[in-house]
Protein backbone atom coordinates (compact mmCIF):
# COMPACT_ATOMS: atom_id res chain seq x y z
CA UNK A 1 0.00 0.00 0.00
CA UNK A 2 2.81 2.43 0.56
CA UNK A 3 4.60 1.44 -3.11
CA UNK A 4 0.69 2.20 -4.50
CA UNK A 5 0.53 5.94 -2.19
CA UNK A 6 4.43 6.85 -3.18
CA UNK A 7 3.48 6.36 -7.22
CA UNK A 8 0.06 8.12 -7.45
CA UNK A 9 1.47 11.14 -4.91
CA UNK A 10 3.84 11.47 -7.42
CA UNK A 11 1.93 10.91 -10.51
CA UNK A 12 -0.44 13.75 -8.75
CA UNK A 13 1.86 16.28 -7.43
CA UNK A 14 3.53 16.42 -11.13
CA UNK A 15 -0.28 17.26 -12.72
CA UNK A 16 -0.94 19.61 -9.73
CA UNK A 17 2.42 21.03 -9.74
CA UNK A 18 2.32 21.60 -13.73
CA UNK A 19 -1.07 23.49 -13.73
CA UNK A 20 -2.10 24.84 -9.97
CA UNK A 21 0.47 27.18 -9.48
CA UNK A 22 0.45 29.06 -12.54
CA UNK A 23 -3.34 29.29 -12.03
CA UNK A 24 -2.56 30.74 -8.50
CA UNK A 25 0.16 33.06 -9.19
CA UNK A 26 -0.22 33.58 -12.80
CA UNK A 27 -3.92 33.77 -13.42
CA UNK A 28 -5.84 34.93 -10.10
CA UNK A 29 -2.99 36.76 -8.67
CA UNK A 30 -3.03 38.61 -12.16
CA UNK A 31 -7.33 39.03 -11.65
CA UNK A 32 -6.42 41.10 -8.82
CA UNK A 33 -3.69 43.46 -9.85
CA UNK A 34 -6.18 44.23 -12.77
CA UNK A 35 -9.03 44.76 -11.00
CA UNK A 36 -7.67 46.11 -7.60
CA UNK A 37 -7.97 45.18 -4.11
CA UNK A 38 -11.28 46.75 -3.33
CA UNK A 39 -13.12 44.87 -5.95
CA UNK A 40 -11.13 41.60 -5.50
CA UNK A 41 -11.83 42.03 -1.51
CA UNK A 42 -15.52 42.02 -2.03
CA UNK A 43 -15.18 39.18 -4.86
CA UNK A 44 -12.75 37.53 -2.15
CA UNK A 45 -15.65 38.14 0.64
CA UNK A 46 -18.57 36.65 -1.72
CA UNK A 47 -16.30 33.73 -2.23
CA UNK A 48 -16.09 32.73 1.02
CA UNK A 49 -19.70 33.13 1.64
CA UNK A 50 -20.43 30.91 -1.16
CA UNK A 51 -18.32 28.61 1.04
CA UNK A 52 -20.06 28.59 4.06
CA UNK A 53 -22.96 26.51 3.52
CA UNK A 54 -20.91 24.45 0.83
CA UNK A 55 -22.19 21.51 2.70
CA UNK A 56 -25.57 21.50 1.87
CA UNK A 57 -24.38 20.80 -1.28
CA UNK A 58 -22.65 17.69 -0.49
CA UNK A 59 -24.25 16.77 3.34
CA UNK A 60 -21.20 14.58 3.90
CA UNK A 61 -22.13 12.12 1.00
CA UNK A 62 -18.43 12.78 -0.71
CA UNK A 63 -15.95 11.41 2.39
CA UNK A 64 -18.79 8.57 3.12
CA UNK A 65 -18.96 7.66 -0.64
CA UNK A 66 -14.97 7.80 -0.98
CA UNK A 67 -14.76 5.78 2.00
CA UNK A 68 -17.95 3.05 1.25
CA UNK A 69 -16.93 2.83 -2.36
CA UNK A 70 -13.56 1.87 -1.35
CA UNK A 71 -15.08 -1.28 0.93
CA UNK A 72 -17.19 -2.07 -1.34
CA UNK A 73 -17.02 -1.23 -5.60
CA UNK A 74 -20.13 -3.31 -6.48
CA UNK A 75 -22.25 -0.33 -4.47
CA UNK A 76 -21.36 2.27 -7.66
CA UNK A 77 -23.38 1.02 -9.90
CA UNK A 78 -26.48 0.88 -6.71
CA UNK A 79 -25.91 4.68 -5.77
CA UNK A 80 -24.92 6.56 -8.10
CA UNK A 81 -28.80 7.36 -9.43
CA UNK A 82 -29.88 8.11 -6.52
CA UNK A 83 -27.41 10.08 -5.29
CA UNK A 84 -27.54 12.59 -8.40
CA UNK A 85 -30.96 12.74 -7.79
CA UNK A 86 -30.60 13.78 -3.71
CA UNK A 87 -27.93 16.34 -5.27
CA UNK A 88 -29.91 17.87 -7.40
CA UNK A 89 -32.39 18.35 -4.27
CA UNK A 90 -29.64 19.98 -2.30
CA UNK A 91 -28.16 22.25 -4.67
CA UNK A 92 -31.77 23.90 -4.74
CA UNK A 93 -31.79 23.88 -0.88
CA UNK A 94 -28.10 25.45 -1.18
CA UNK A 95 -28.68 28.46 -3.67
CA UNK A 96 -32.06 29.72 -1.58
CA UNK A 97 -30.20 29.61 1.86
CA UNK A 98 -27.08 31.29 1.15
CA UNK A 99 -29.06 34.22 -0.94
CA UNK A 100 -31.20 34.65 1.52
CA UNK A 101 -28.11 34.83 3.85
CA UNK A 102 -26.64 37.12 1.73
CA UNK A 103 -29.60 39.12 1.64
CA UNK A 104 -29.64 39.41 5.64
CA UNK A 105 -26.25 40.64 5.97
CA UNK A 106 -26.71 43.41 2.91
CA UNK A 107 -25.39 42.80 0.14
CA UNK A 108 -27.64 43.86 -2.90
CA UNK A 109 -27.85 44.46 -6.69
CA UNK A 110 -24.73 43.13 -8.44
CA UNK A 111 -22.90 41.52 -5.56
CA UNK A 112 -26.42 38.63 -5.36
CA UNK A 113 -25.99 38.55 -9.28
CA UNK A 114 -22.43 37.59 -9.00
CA UNK A 115 -23.11 35.27 -5.64
CA UNK A 116 -25.74 33.63 -7.80
CA UNK A 117 -23.42 32.68 -10.30
CA UNK A 118 -20.41 31.39 -7.55
CA UNK A 119 -23.22 29.47 -5.70
CA UNK A 120 -23.74 27.19 -9.52
CA UNK A 121 -20.14 26.71 -9.70
CA UNK A 122 -20.16 25.75 -6.46
CA UNK A 123 -22.62 23.23 -7.14
CA UNK A 124 -20.81 22.17 -9.74
CA UNK A 125 -17.44 21.55 -8.12
CA UNK A 126 -19.35 19.43 -5.32
CA UNK A 127 -20.74 17.74 -8.20
CA UNK A 128 -17.35 16.72 -9.52
CA UNK A 129 -15.90 16.16 -6.28
CA UNK A 130 -18.97 13.54 -5.50
CA UNK A 131 -18.29 11.81 -8.92
CA UNK A 132 -13.89 12.37 -8.35
CA UNK A 133 -14.87 10.26 -4.78
CA UNK A 134 -16.12 7.23 -6.88
CA UNK A 135 -13.42 6.94 -9.23
CA UNK A 136 -10.46 7.40 -6.14
CA UNK A 137 -13.41 5.08 -4.36
CA UNK A 138 -12.50 2.25 -7.26
CA UNK A 139 -8.95 2.80 -7.00
CA UNK A 140 -8.62 4.75 -10.48
CA UNK A 141 -5.99 7.26 -9.04
CA UNK A 142 -4.32 8.29 -12.21
CA UNK A 143 -8.02 9.07 -13.90
CA UNK A 144 -8.64 11.34 -10.74
CA UNK A 145 -5.50 12.53 -10.91
CA UNK A 146 -5.91 14.00 -14.35
CA UNK A 147 -9.30 15.29 -13.66
CA UNK A 148 -8.34 16.72 -10.54
CA UNK A 149 -6.43 19.84 -12.96
CA UNK A 150 -8.81 19.29 -15.82
CA UNK A 151 -10.97 22.62 -14.79
CA UNK A 152 -8.21 24.88 -13.81
CA UNK A 153 -6.51 24.14 -17.58
CA UNK A 154 -9.13 25.16 -19.03
CA UNK A 155 -9.72 28.38 -16.94
CA UNK A 156 -6.22 28.75 -17.34
CA UNK A 157 -6.90 29.21 -21.48
CA UNK A 158 -9.92 31.47 -20.97
CA UNK A 159 -8.73 33.97 -18.54
CA UNK A 160 -5.75 33.79 -20.37
CA UNK A 161 -8.04 35.21 -23.84
CA UNK A 162 -9.60 37.25 -21.36
CA UNK A 163 -6.83 39.00 -19.70
CA UNK A 164 -3.38 39.08 -22.19
CA UNK A 165 -5.66 38.21 -25.25
CA UNK A 166 -8.41 41.41 -24.88
CA UNK A 167 -10.70 39.44 -26.63
CA UNK A 168 -13.86 40.68 -24.69
CA UNK A 169 -12.64 44.67 -25.00
CA UNK A 170 -9.62 46.45 -22.88
CA UNK A 171 -11.21 46.42 -19.48
CA UNK A 172 -11.18 43.18 -17.80
CA UNK A 173 -13.98 42.90 -15.09
CA UNK A 174 -14.43 40.64 -12.02
CA UNK A 175 -17.63 39.26 -13.76
CA UNK A 176 -15.64 37.86 -16.00
CA UNK A 177 -13.76 35.73 -13.73
CA UNK A 178 -16.82 33.83 -12.40
CA UNK A 179 -18.19 33.44 -15.77
CA UNK A 180 -14.58 31.42 -16.77
CA UNK A 181 -15.19 29.32 -13.90
CA UNK A 182 -18.79 27.99 -14.69
CA UNK A 183 -17.24 27.35 -18.10
CA UNK A 184 -15.02 25.50 -17.52
CA UNK A 185 -16.77 23.41 -14.63
CA UNK A 186 -19.38 22.20 -16.87
CA UNK A 187 -17.22 20.81 -19.09
CA UNK A 188 -15.01 18.79 -16.53
CA UNK A 189 -18.61 17.99 -14.20
CA UNK A 190 -19.63 16.88 -18.24
CA UNK A 191 -16.52 14.56 -18.92
CA UNK A 192 -16.18 13.25 -15.54
CA UNK A 193 -20.07 12.37 -15.71
CA UNK A 194 -19.41 10.19 -18.58
CA UNK A 195 -16.32 8.25 -17.47
CA UNK A 196 -18.20 7.63 -14.18
CA UNK A 197 -21.48 6.56 -15.63
CA UNK A 198 -19.69 4.22 -18.15
CA UNK A 199 -17.96 2.79 -14.64
CA UNK A 200 -21.70 2.36 -13.06
CA UNK A 201 -22.76 0.96 -16.21
CA UNK A 202 -25.37 4.19 -15.80
CA UNK A 203 -29.23 3.97 -17.63
CA UNK A 204 -31.34 6.36 -15.78
CA UNK A 205 -31.51 8.38 -13.19
CA UNK A 206 -33.98 7.55 -10.20
CA UNK A 207 -35.82 9.17 -7.76
CA UNK A 208 -36.49 7.46 -4.12
CA UNK A 209 -36.70 9.00 -1.28
CA UNK A 210 -35.98 6.22 0.90
CA UNK A 211 -32.65 5.36 -0.78
CA UNK A 212 -32.26 9.52 0.40
CA UNK A 213 -32.87 9.44 4.08
CA UNK A 214 -30.26 5.87 4.16
CA UNK A 215 -28.10 8.02 2.23
CA UNK A 216 -28.36 11.22 4.65
CA UNK A 217 -28.65 9.23 8.01
CA UNK A 218 -24.82 7.44 6.75
CA UNK A 219 -23.50 10.78 5.86
CA UNK A 220 -24.78 13.48 8.42
CA UNK A 221 -21.86 13.40 10.53
CA UNK A 222 -19.66 13.66 8.02
CA UNK A 223 -21.66 17.01 6.68
CA UNK A 224 -21.25 18.38 10.43
CA UNK A 225 -17.63 18.07 10.12
CA UNK A 226 -17.01 19.70 7.20
CA UNK A 227 -19.86 22.49 7.88
CA UNK A 228 -17.61 23.11 11.09
CA UNK A 229 -14.13 22.92 9.47
CA UNK A 230 -15.27 24.90 6.43
CA UNK A 231 -16.53 28.14 9.08
CA UNK A 232 -13.29 28.27 10.72
CA UNK A 233 -11.71 28.23 7.42
CA UNK A 234 -13.45 30.37 5.66
CA UNK A 235 -15.85 33.23 7.57
CA UNK A 236 -12.30 35.05 7.98
CA UNK A 237 -12.75 37.25 4.65
CA UNK A 238 -16.37 37.45 5.60
CA UNK A 239 -15.66 39.20 8.77
CA UNK A 240 -13.27 41.52 7.69
CA UNK A 241 -15.76 42.56 5.01
CA UNK A 242 -18.74 42.83 7.24
CA UNK A 243 -16.75 44.52 10.62
CA UNK A 244 -14.79 47.01 9.28
CA UNK A 245 -15.23 50.43 7.67
CA UNK A 246 -13.03 49.88 4.82
CA UNK A 247 -13.60 45.72 5.01
CA UNK A 248 -13.75 45.27 1.30
CA UNK A 249 -9.93 46.47 1.07
CA UNK A 250 -9.27 44.63 4.25
CA UNK A 251 -10.42 41.64 2.57
CA UNK A 252 -8.83 42.13 -0.05
CA UNK A 253 -4.99 42.61 1.44
CA UNK A 254 -6.16 39.04 3.39
CA UNK A 255 -6.74 37.79 -0.09
CA UNK A 256 -3.29 38.56 -0.77
CA UNK A 257 -1.51 37.42 1.82
CA UNK A 258 -3.60 34.46 1.76
CA UNK A 259 -3.24 33.09 -1.42
CA UNK A 260 0.01 31.32 -1.49
CA UNK A 261 -1.35 29.63 1.47
CA UNK A 262 -4.31 28.48 -0.77
CA UNK A 263 -2.01 27.11 -3.22
CA UNK A 264 0.16 25.51 -0.87
CA UNK A 265 -3.21 23.91 0.48
CA UNK A 266 -4.36 22.76 -2.76
CA UNK A 267 -1.33 20.46 -3.09
CA UNK A 268 -1.58 19.11 0.69
CA UNK A 269 -5.21 18.15 -0.04
CA UNK A 270 -4.19 15.96 -2.87
CA UNK A 271 -2.43 13.87 0.31
CA UNK A 272 -6.17 13.62 1.46
CA UNK A 273 -7.71 12.28 -1.53
CA UNK A 274 -5.19 9.71 -1.90
CA UNK A 275 -4.98 8.88 1.76
CA UNK A 276 -8.76 8.21 2.48
CA UNK A 277 -9.39 5.30 0.31
CA UNK A 278 -6.17 3.76 0.74
CA UNK A 279 -6.58 4.32 4.95
CA UNK A 280 -9.97 2.87 4.60
CA UNK A 281 -9.16 -0.10 2.67
CA UNK A 282 -6.32 -0.84 5.34
CA UNK A 283 -8.66 -0.44 8.32
CA UNK A 284 -10.91 -2.52 6.76
CA UNK A 285 -8.37 -5.39 6.44
CA UNK A 286 -6.88 -4.58 9.86
CA UNK A 287 -3.80 -3.47 8.56
CA UNK A 288 -1.35 -1.15 10.86
CA UNK A 289 -1.69 2.52 9.52
CA UNK A 290 1.43 3.88 11.26
CA UNK A 291 4.23 3.39 8.67
CA UNK A 292 1.74 4.71 5.94
CA UNK A 293 1.09 8.05 8.97
CA UNK A 294 4.72 8.55 9.63
CA UNK A 295 5.81 8.21 5.94
CA UNK A 296 3.03 10.68 4.72
CA UNK A 297 3.61 13.20 7.08
CA UNK A 298 7.03 13.30 6.56
CA UNK A 299 6.52 13.57 2.68
CA UNK A 300 4.74 16.80 3.31
CA UNK A 301 6.04 18.19 7.14
CA UNK A 302 9.09 18.37 5.40
CA UNK A 303 8.42 20.64 2.60
CA UNK A 304 6.15 22.67 4.48
CA UNK A 305 8.84 23.97 6.74
CA UNK A 306 10.73 24.76 4.67
CA UNK A 307 8.32 26.42 3.00
CA UNK A 308 6.84 28.79 5.97
CA UNK A 309 10.63 29.83 6.99
CA UNK A 310 10.99 30.45 3.82
CA UNK A 311 7.98 32.73 3.30
CA UNK A 312 8.68 34.16 6.90
CA UNK A 313 11.88 35.44 6.80
CA UNK A 314 11.39 36.98 2.60
CA UNK A 315 7.90 37.92 3.22
CA UNK A 316 8.44 41.16 1.93
CA UNK A 317 10.08 40.16 -1.22
CA UNK A 318 7.40 37.90 -2.33
CA UNK A 319 4.43 39.86 -1.86
CA UNK A 320 6.15 42.96 -3.75
CA UNK A 321 6.96 40.62 -6.49
CA UNK A 322 3.81 39.23 -6.66
CA UNK A 323 1.11 42.39 -6.06
CA UNK A 324 1.31 45.96 -7.21
CA UNK A 325 -0.70 47.70 -4.10
CA UNK A 326 -0.74 47.07 0.23
CA UNK A 327 2.64 45.53 -0.29
CA UNK A 328 3.99 46.43 3.12
CA UNK A 329 0.42 45.25 4.63
CA UNK A 330 0.28 41.71 2.81
CA UNK A 331 3.77 40.86 3.90
CA UNK A 332 2.58 41.49 7.64
CA UNK A 333 -0.43 38.95 7.29
CA UNK A 334 1.16 37.06 5.21
CA UNK A 335 3.93 35.74 7.38
CA UNK A 336 1.28 34.55 10.04
CA UNK A 337 -1.17 33.21 8.01
CA UNK A 338 1.80 30.80 6.32
CA UNK A 339 2.62 29.55 9.51
CA UNK A 340 -0.89 27.98 9.11
CA UNK A 341 0.13 25.28 6.65
CA UNK A 342 2.27 22.54 8.93
CA UNK A 343 -1.11 22.57 10.74
CA UNK A 344 -3.40 22.11 7.92
CA UNK A 345 -1.13 19.74 6.46
CA UNK A 346 -1.12 17.51 10.11
CA UNK A 347 -4.71 17.91 9.51
CA UNK A 348 -4.95 16.39 5.89
CA UNK A 349 -2.79 13.12 7.43
CA UNK A 350 -4.48 12.40 11.25
CA UNK A 351 -8.23 14.11 10.24
CA UNK A 352 -8.42 12.01 7.11
CA UNK A 353 -7.39 8.67 9.28
CA UNK A 354 -9.64 9.09 11.76
CA UNK A 355 -12.24 9.98 9.08
CA UNK A 356 -11.85 6.64 7.50
CA UNK A 357 -12.00 5.27 10.86
CA UNK A 358 -15.17 6.26 11.32
CA UNK A 359 -14.48 8.35 14.45
CA UNK A 360 -16.63 11.66 13.72
CA UNK A 361 -17.85 12.42 16.90
CA UNK A 362 -14.31 13.37 18.18
CA UNK A 363 -13.45 14.89 14.52
CA UNK A 364 -16.70 17.20 15.34
CA UNK A 365 -16.32 18.06 18.85
CA UNK A 366 -12.50 19.47 17.88
CA UNK A 367 -14.08 21.12 14.53
CA UNK A 368 -16.40 22.57 17.14
CA UNK A 369 -14.32 23.91 19.23
CA UNK A 370 -12.09 25.57 16.66
CA UNK A 371 -15.10 27.47 15.06
CA UNK A 372 -15.98 28.26 18.39
CA UNK A 373 -12.65 29.57 18.94
CA UNK A 374 -11.49 31.66 15.73
CA UNK A 375 -15.48 33.45 15.62
CA UNK A 376 -14.58 34.72 18.86
CA UNK A 377 -10.92 35.83 18.59
CA UNK A 378 -11.99 37.52 15.45
CA UNK A 379 -14.65 39.45 16.86
CA UNK A 380 -11.45 40.50 19.60
CA UNK A 381 -8.56 40.78 17.12
CA UNK A 382 -10.40 42.32 13.90
CA UNK A 383 -11.43 45.63 15.12
CA UNK A 384 -8.31 46.03 16.29
CA UNK A 385 -5.76 44.54 14.06
CA UNK A 386 -7.42 44.35 11.16
CA UNK A 387 -6.52 42.00 8.75
CA UNK A 388 -3.61 40.78 10.64
CA UNK A 389 -6.40 40.17 13.75
CA UNK A 390 -7.64 37.56 11.24
CA UNK A 391 -4.71 36.10 10.40
CA UNK A 392 -3.52 35.88 14.47
CA UNK A 393 -6.74 33.88 14.76
CA UNK A 394 -6.62 31.38 12.22
CA UNK A 395 -2.93 30.64 13.40
CA UNK A 396 -4.15 29.79 17.04
CA UNK A 397 -7.37 27.67 15.63
CA UNK A 398 -5.11 25.40 13.42
CA UNK A 399 -2.74 24.67 15.64
CA UNK A 400 -4.85 23.88 18.53
CA UNK A 401 -7.48 21.82 16.14
CA UNK A 402 -4.20 20.04 14.62
CA UNK A 403 -2.91 18.71 18.23
CA UNK A 404 -6.22 17.61 18.77
CA UNK A 405 -6.28 15.43 16.17
CA UNK A 406 -3.57 14.07 16.53
CA UNK A 407 -3.09 13.36 19.92
CA UNK A 408 -6.34 11.78 19.23
CA UNK A 409 -5.23 9.65 16.58
CA UNK A 410 -2.25 8.63 18.52
CA UNK A 411 -5.01 6.93 20.94
CA UNK A 412 -7.50 5.82 18.82
CA UNK A 413 -4.94 3.59 16.73
CA UNK A 414 -2.70 2.80 19.89
CA UNK A 415 0.21 4.12 17.88
CA UNK A 416 3.62 4.23 19.70
CA UNK A 417 4.63 7.91 20.55
CA UNK A 418 8.65 8.34 18.81
CA UNK A 419 10.30 10.18 20.98
CA UNK A 420 12.86 9.79 19.18
CA UNK A 421 11.04 11.18 15.83
CA UNK A 422 9.40 13.62 17.79
CA UNK A 423 13.00 15.48 18.48
CA UNK A 424 14.40 15.23 15.09
CA UNK A 425 10.97 17.32 13.83
CA UNK A 426 11.98 19.76 16.91
CA UNK A 427 15.78 19.96 15.81
CA UNK A 428 14.59 20.34 11.89
CA UNK A 429 12.16 23.39 12.32
CA UNK A 430 14.94 25.01 15.05
CA UNK A 431 17.44 24.64 12.75
CA UNK A 432 15.66 25.57 9.26
CA UNK A 433 13.88 28.93 10.82
CA UNK A 434 17.71 29.76 12.15
CA UNK A 435 18.84 28.85 8.59
CA UNK A 436 16.80 31.61 7.18
CA UNK A 437 17.37 34.26 9.81
CA UNK A 438 21.02 33.70 9.06
CA UNK A 439 20.26 34.00 5.01
CA UNK A 440 17.97 36.92 5.07
CA UNK A 441 21.38 39.01 6.58
CA UNK A 442 23.20 37.92 3.27
CA UNK A 443 23.91 40.70 0.62
CA UNK A 444 22.73 38.68 -2.27
CA UNK A 445 19.25 37.90 -4.17
CA UNK A 446 16.48 36.87 -1.61
CA UNK A 447 15.20 34.18 -4.25
CA UNK A 448 18.88 32.27 -4.29
CA UNK A 449 18.73 32.68 -0.79
CA UNK A 450 15.61 31.30 -0.40
CA UNK A 451 16.55 28.16 -2.67
CA UNK A 452 19.55 27.54 -0.97
CA UNK A 453 17.95 27.63 2.34
CA UNK A 454 15.80 25.09 1.19
CA UNK A 455 18.18 22.85 -0.30
CA UNK A 456 19.81 22.50 3.20
CA UNK A 457 16.61 22.32 5.27
CA UNK A 458 16.24 18.99 3.13
CA UNK A 459 19.47 17.70 3.92
CA UNK A 460 19.15 18.45 7.33
CA UNK A 461 16.25 16.42 7.22
CA UNK A 462 18.17 13.53 5.11
CA UNK A 463 20.89 14.00 8.11
CA UNK A 464 18.58 13.55 10.82
CA UNK A 465 17.14 10.32 8.66
CA UNK A 466 13.47 12.26 9.26
CA UNK A 467 13.50 11.01 5.31
CA UNK A 468 14.95 7.92 3.92
CA UNK A 469 15.50 7.29 0.41
CA UNK A 470 17.34 4.26 0.36
CA UNK A 471 14.56 2.59 2.56
CA UNK A 472 12.17 4.15 0.08
CA UNK A 473 14.36 2.87 -3.13
CA UNK A 474 13.86 -0.10 -1.01
CA UNK A 475 10.28 -0.23 -0.90
CA UNK A 476 9.49 0.48 -4.32
CA UNK A 477 11.45 -2.47 -5.36
CA UNK A 478 9.92 -5.03 -3.28
CA UNK A 479 6.71 -4.07 -1.97
CA UNK A 480 3.61 -5.46 -4.79
CA UNK A 481 1.08 -3.27 -5.41
Not at 177 to 195: E, M, S
Not at 208 to 232: C, D, G, Q, R
Not at 349 to 358: E, P, Q, R, S, V
Request: charged content about 10%; overall charge positive; aromatic content about 14%.
Amino acid sequence: MQKKFITNLAFLLFLNLLIKPFWILGIDRAVQNTVGAESYGIYSALFNLSFLFNIILDVGITNYNNRNIAMHNHLLEKHLSGIIMLRLVLALAYTVISLSVAWILGYQGMQLGILLVMLINQALISFILYLRSNIAGLQLFKIDSMISVLDRAIMIIICSLLIWGHIAGDEFKIEWFVWAQTLAYVITAAITFFIVAKKAKLRKLQWNPTFFFIVLKHSYPFAILILLMTFYNRIDSVMIERLLPNGAEQAGIYAQSYRLLDASNMIAYLFSGLLLPMFSHMIKKKQPLQELAELSFSFIAIPAIALIAFCFYFSHDIMGLLYHAHVDASAAVFRIVMCCFLAISSVYIFGTMLTANGNLKYLNLIALSGMVLNIVLNLILIPRYFSLGAAYASMITQFASAGLQIILAHKVFNFKFQKLLALKYVIHISTTFYLFFALSNFESNWFIKGIIGCLISFLIALGLKIIRPFELIRLLKSEQQ
